[in-house]
């Protein structure tokens, strides 16, 4: 099996993770894509960093080889599973109770500049 | 210096959100159990893909590029680290969403009447 096909399973089961697993329904959620597509921006980032320096050496028969800089495609696929996975696992045990969400405040000079922006 | 070029990016992660937790209150560092069973649950399928994918030769690793630790299956530690680094700054991410947007719900909320 190829890079290519193991992250295309990769995003399938994830995608089964959290509408039919653990059902947290991530991937369909505003507060999820708008987190998602932060992480990607840093992720475009550091994965050209990494790759630009040659810190992984990809199988040219293992890859398709489309890039986006330096970095394979199948590396976006690859980072959206781990990112959604983390996310999903974050809210599912959340909701069995660990350690769960409950109101907080931004620190005091945070809100103070959010009150400042909206005056 | 050009060991560093893995190890670096990693510590770019972790600085760049510390902020989150600092300022923004998303107490992630603060929910270390949580962030264990995620650590587990995530970390350890991804690390076997990655284990897997190195020993079928999908990729190797410029060790001339790590601190040249090397852990299972031929990681790298940074490699490895990278589960447990990625994992907290996504969670960290979706926190300060849901703390700077109050009315987009991520689905655990409770509601101040439920029993903890």
Sequence with gaps: MTHSVAVLIGVALTVVLDLAVLRTRLLTRRAFWTAYAIVLFFQLLTNQWLTSRGVFVYDPDAIIGWRVGTAPVEDLLFGFALVTQSMAWWVWWGRRGVQPSEARDPHPVVARLAAFRHR | ?116
């Design chain 2, 1 to 116: 210096m050009e060991q560093l070029t893995y190890a670096a990016m990693l510590v770019f992660v972790l600085i760049a959100t510390l902020p989150l937790e600092v300022l923004l209150r998303v107490g992630v560092y603060a929910r270390l159990r949580r962030l264990g069973l995620v650590m587990l649950c995530v970390g350890v399928p991804f690390v076997l893909w990655d284990v897997a994918a190195t020993q079928a030769g999908h990729w190797s690793f410029d060790t001339s590029r790590t601190l040249g630790i090397e852990l299972v299956g031929g990681l790298p530690l940074e490699e490895v680290l990278f589960f447990v680094v990625v994992p907290l700054a996504s969670i960290m991410t979706l926190e300060a969403v849901r703390v700077t947007r109050r009315s987009w719900p991520v689905g655990d909320e409770t509601r101040p009447s439920d029993p903890q």
